[in-house]
């Protein structure tokens, strides 16, 4: 009797976990002329964003490449940002992969999220580099 019981509470609390455990984070792939998530491609972000609104993740992982992604980024950030709080990581890469040339990164800039979910450019202090 102990032993059907310890069982059925196992099996209960294996299907609680199941039920809230934590969401594989969702990858979105930015690229100049496109948003990318799982079979999902736009020019625009809102469809993206829908389709990661659909899945309810709780880490939302952005791989940006190519010239010219930071306001396609922010703009991604901004429409994900008013409908949902996911933690967002981010990473560049200076080739596209699947590309054979090399579009050069940026401008080295820093950035940080405002209180008010908006990204902006910080000035780095010279005295930093010296």
């Known amino acids: 009797m102990f032993h059907r ?8 609390l294996a299907l609680l976990a199941g039920c809230f ?3 594989d984070p969702v990858h979105v792939w930015i690229s100049s002329d496109e948003y990318k998530t799982g079979t999902v491609k ?5 469809p993206i964003v829908d389709e990661v ?12 490449c190519g010239a010219h992604t930071a306001p396609k980024m922010v703009q991604f950030h901004t429409e994900l940002r008013a409908r949902m709080d996911a933690k967002m990581t981010a990473g560049f890469y200076e080739t596209c992969p699947g590309k054979k040339v090399a579009t050069p990164p ?3 800039q820093i950035l940080r999220f405002r ?9 780095p202090s010279l005295s930093q580099y010296h």
């Open 106 to 108: 940026p401008a080295p």
């Open 21 to 23: 455990g934590a969401a």
């Open 5 to 12: 019981k310890l069982l059925s509470l196992t099996a209960v």
């Open 42 to 46: 736009s020019p625009l972000a809102t």
């Open 53 to 64: 609104v659909r899945q309810k993740p709780k880490v939302v992982q952005v791989t940006m």
């Open 115 to 123: 209180t008010d979910g908006r990204l902006e450019s910080i000035a």
